[in-house]
């Protein structure tokens, strides 16, 4: 039964807290995919962090499920990058699965 308590637990505290996406590293000069910073409320508003680079493009895409096809967000598309945290919003039916996101930068 602990175990099942501190799965609830961590569970709990994923959906509070958001997701957090692992980084890409890269070894052919360009730049490791950024680290995502992601948080969707319980009337299903997202946001969406990440720490950008000057001189890259970043844009959002998200997946509904895991053999579906990636679809750009068009409110994160091609944003310049400015050194700082950019951030995205992205609004979902709360009662439907979590989308899956990702970013991809490129050269401006």
């Not at 039916?93 to 490129?106: G, I, Q, S, T």
Request: one cysteine or more; aromatic letters at 12%; proline letters at 7%.
């Amino acid at each position: 039964m602990n175990m099942f308590r501190s799965f609830l637990f961590v569970s709990v505290l994923v959906l509070l807290s958001g997701c957090v996406s692992k980084p890409v590293e890269a070894g052919d000069g360009k730049p490791a995919l950024p680290l995502l910073m992601i948080a969707q409320n319980g009337d299903g508003d997202v946001t969406i962090e990440w720490e950008s680079r000057p001189g890259f493009f970043y844009t959002i895409y998200y997946q509904v499920a895991a053999d579906t096809d990636w679809k750009v967000l068009r409110k994160a598309h091609r944003m310049p990058g400015t050194g700082q945290t950019l951030t995205a919003y992205d609004r979902v039916n709360p009662n439907r699965p979590l989308r899956r996101y990702r970013v991809l930068p490129e050269e401006q």
